[in-house]
């Protein structure tokens, strides 16, 4: 896992190494173990390294492949190994044992086809001497970012936003973006960012520079389809599939030549996660496996109790922490700065702290369960979904089975499906979250995502094709990559290998929601292995923050919002109370984030 940057001057400036080196400088916590340099005329490359997979120095980066191409990557190819066979039999040799000279001889076999051979995470370049272009691309479900700057001067990218400010100053507010954060809540649905005129490579797609004529084009090259013949398995079939491709895609993820832990909330997907661990643990007869957990001092969003029930009953060893009050008021600022952009909650430190804990545990790769709500149909608010997708006996009979299952009444069920299924109603509710911004900025809100996300619900598949690609996956992984990174610390997300995702997406949706029951298919294969109380708990929590107890409402929090131009210009009238804590740390956040970047509207 690394930091990569990459910069072109359009008017032939010879670029220098000093630039690039700002430029990684300012991630250098993505790659602690190694930089380089690579600077050919009007093109220049920078990498910072944190060595994983071969861990010599014969790895680093920039990596070349004689004088035709010269690699910059972040990320991990989990089939390398595969890979490398089958080029060796095609006449290839190699000096070392990475993934990053598997990648750069795939690509010098199969060309931009090289990427669908790919089962990892991956964001990179590749200077082709040979046709004087740049290949860059995105891993399929966009697990690791890449961004990028376009003017009439110079092509920019970089692994986060602060190394191309180093070479271009923008802090102009993407309005749009801006009113999608707070009204709408979605921040990742196009390619644009908070930055206006800095844009990421979306998930699944190849960027192609020619520097012959500095022009460039985008394409995608991955889809998820439909399996029919998977959708038509037994509910035991699909069970058995589930465990099967879920082990596979686990035991990929363990390959590392330095320490490996999990991250262990002690809900459903955390649990089953260690459970696949501890097995082939045990099978390889290794050492105890390493989890780390974060637990709240609130106990109505404390999982402490089943984390440490799990670890206890697998035999693994937990590392618990307790953040404190002190210790989130001392973090505020930093996680600001390294998340790059606004977020909308405080469990994002959760998270953050938790990376923190992996770090001063030496633990370098870790394993976390990022993507298994979406494919199992884990939040409550897809009872929508099932509503319009059954006919009214069955609605019926789920709708009397949702409280003692999904943890919500039937009244929340039935207003969880006029809300998430009818655009009016979800329309109507946003502009009312919008109502005290002023009317020139409110009639810009843009409404298409989120009219097709809601029209989604009356198709299952459909619907979480559009979750995983661009409501809510891309969201969630912005803010994991930006937290572990700030440590050093390599996310591994065994629940968004692309086999797996296919094989999930197209397993009857009626085994997902069985019986009243979410994620029917995973706990059934915990049923009986780990407890009862773990596999058949009701209520999600997840890293949830204790807000009442580290960010209590005060006139502090309002001062700092009120004093926001950004929020001045934006809002109607001074904002007097905030009752919802949500709206609360967005307007917040902004004020904050208008700072320490000198952003404005």
């Known amino acids: 896992m690394c930091g990569i940057a990459g910069l072109v001057y359009k008017n032939k400036t010879l670029v220098k190494e000093e630039t690039l080196k700002k430029m990684t400088d300012k991630m250098s916590h993505r790659g602690p173990d190694a930089e380089g340099f690579f600077a050919h005329e009007n093109l220049g490359l920078g990498h910072r390294r944190l060595s994983v ?66 089962n990892g995470m991956w964001a990179f370049a590749i200077f082709d001497a040979k046709k004087n272009k740049l290949f860059c691309s995105r891993d399929r479900f966009g697990i690791k970012p890449f961004y990028y700057f376009s003017d009439k001067d110079k092509f920019i990218f970089a692994s986060e936003i602060k190394p191309i400010l180093e070479v271009e100053k923008i802090n102009q507010v993407n309005l749009q973006v801006l009113l999608q954060f707070i009204a709408v809540n979605l921040t990742e649905q196009t390619n644009e960012t908070f930055f206006q005129g800095i844009n990421k490579l979306q998930a699944s797609h190849n960027l192609i520079y020619d520097l012959t004529d500095n022009t460039y084009y985008i394409y995608r090259y991955y889809d998820i389809e439909f399996n029919e013949k998977i959708s038509k398995l037994t509910l035991e079939d699909s069970v058995r599939l589930f465990d099967k491709e879920l082990e596979r895609s686990v035991k990929i993820r363990l390959r590392s030549d330095v320490k490996i832990g999990s991250a262990l909330s002690g809900g459903l997907d955390s649990s089953f996660m260690a459970l696949k661990v501890s097995k082939i643990y045990k099978k390889q007869k290794k050492e105890k496996f390493n989890v780390v957990s974060v637990g709240s001092k609130d106990p109505k969003n404390d999982e402490s109790y089943y984390s440490k029930m799990v670890s206890e009953h697998l035999n693994l060893n937990q590392d618990l922490i307790y953040p404190s009050r002190k210790e989130f008021r001392e973090k505020i600022i930093d ?267």
């Open 53 to 118: 997979i071969d861990t010599s120095n014969s790895a680093n980066q920039p990596f070349h492949m004689e004088d035709q191409h010269v690699l910059v990557f972040n990320g991990a190819i989990y089939n390398y190994i595969e890979i490398k066979e089958d080029l060796i039999k095609r006449g290839y040799t190699f000096e070392t044992h990475s993934d990053t000279e598997v990648l750069i001889k795939a690509y010098d076999c199969w060309g931009e086809e090289c990427v669908k051979k790919f």
């Open 335 to 601: 996680v600001i700065i390294s998340q790059e952009e606004p977020f909308g909650g405080l469990s994002i430190y959760m998270q953050n702290f938790l990376m923190e804990e992996a770090n001063k545990l030496n633990i370098k790769v870790l394993l976390d369960g990022q993507g298994a709500d979406e494919i199992l149909l884990g939040y409550s608010r897809y009872t929508a979904a099932y509503l319009r997708n059954h006919s009214f006996i069955k609605n019926l009979k789920f709708l009397l089975s949702v409280p003692g299952h999904y943890d919500i009444s039937i009244f929340k069920g039935i207003l969880y499906y006029l809300y998430f299924s009818v655009f009016f109603v979800r329309k109507i509710r946003i502009i009312f979250r919008a109502k005290n911004i002023k009317s020139v900025y409110r009639k810009q809100i843009d409404f298409t995502l989120m009219k097709n996300l809601t029209n989604s619900y009356g198709n299952i598949f459909k619907m979480q094709r559009t979750e995983i690609f661009w409501s809510q996956i891309p969201e969630l992984l912005r803010f994991e990559d930006k937290n572990s990174m700030a440590f050093g610390v390599e996310t591994r997300l065994p629940f968004l290998d692309y086999k797996f995702v296919e094989t999930c997406l197209s397993i009857n949706s009626n085994f997902k929601i069985y019986d009243g029951w979410s994620k029917y298919i995973l706990r059934k294969n915990m049923d009986g292995i780990l407890p009862d109380e773990v596999t058949w708990r009701k209520r999600k929590i997840g890293f949830d923050a204790p807000a009442d107890k580290w960010w209590p409402y005060s006139g502090e929090i309002l001062d700092t919002i009120n004093q926001s131009k950004i929020l001045h210009k934006l809002y109607s009238k001074k904002i007097k109370k905030i009752k919802n804590r949500e709206m609360q740390w967005k307007l917040y956040n902004i004020a904050i984030w208008e700072k320490i970047f000198d952003m404005k509207l």
